[in-house]
T-cell receptor, first 110, second 114 residues
Framework: KNEVEQSPQNLTAQEGEFITINCSYS?????LHWLQQHPGGGIVSLFM???GKKKHGRLIATINIQEKHSSLHITASHPRDSAVYIC????????????FGEGTQLTVNP | DAGVTQSPTHLIKTRGQHVTLRCSPI?????VSWYQQVLGQGPQFIFQ???????GRGNFPDRFSARQFPNYSSELNVNALLLGDSALYLC?????????????FGDGTRLSIL
């Protein structure tokens, strides 16, 4: 069992739909990261959170420390949101090392 | 300010050769981490360097080595290349080396082994 697991692996949505990607982790964390990777390969950091909820534009990230679970929500999805979304955990004893999930391939159709 | 820059962007090598990949962190960032991402999978941790010292090493063979220079740039070296080393190699930098720092990624070096 991977230390960080995501679901679903693939997600197809119609433009305007509300999207949720889930992340579960089995290790103690100091922070949970949500990242976006476009086909070219570069990774952009979306959120880093250790408790509660963060919002940036149409993106919302939540975390439940007790349940070791985090979600990334996209409201009013748009084709330009199509990308791979990855969650990653950082642990207090591991410096800046990130342990990644496998990623969720999101496709938003017009 | 420039982001994390990696060079080269693409590289083609043959089995048995060696390769050096380079990473320049964001100005002021002292921590650099290297990751390997095989197609269809999440990145896997290779090394972390902070203040020119190795702070962590992932489950990779000794063919993989790295170093960090006084200007905080870093090199990843891979010897005796195997077909399985074909991957996207990502570099990430942060201000400090602890676990509560946002990570900034470069665009990666895509390495193909023939």
């Amino acid at each position: 069992k991977n230390e960080v697991e995501q679901s679903p692996q693939n997600l197809t949505a119609q433009e305007g739909e509300f999207i949720t990607i889930n992340c579960s982790y089995s290790v103690g964390i100091s922070a949970l990261h949500w990242l976006q990777q476009h086909p070219g390969g570069g990774i952009v950091s979306l959120f880093m959170l250790s408790s509660g909820k963060k919002k940036h534009g149409r993106l919302i990230a939540t975390i439940n420390i007790q349940e070791k679970h985090s979600s990334l929500h996209i409201t009013a999805s748009h084709p330009r949101d199509s990308a791979v979304y990855i969650c990653a955990a950082s642990q207090e004893t591991s410096g800046s090392r990130l342990t990644f999930g496998e990623g969720t391939q999101l496709t938003v159709n017009p | 300010d420039a982001g994390v820059t990696q060079s080269p962007t693409h590289l083609i090598k043959t089995r048995g050769q060696h390769v050096t990949l380079r990473c320049s962190p964001i100005s002021g960032h002292k921590s650099v981490s290297w990751y390997q991402q095989v197609l269809g999978q999440g990145p896997q941790f290779i090394f972390q360097y902070y203040e020119k010292e190795e702070r962590g090493r992932g489950n990779f063979p000794d063919r993989f080595s790295a170093r960090q220079f006084p200007n905080y740039s870093s090199e990843l070296n891979v010897n005796a290349l195997l077909l399985g080393d074909s991957a996207l190699y990502l570099c990430a930098s942060s201000w400090e080396g602890n676990s509560n720092q946002p990570q900034h990624f470069g665009d990666g070096t895509r390495l193909s082994i023939l």
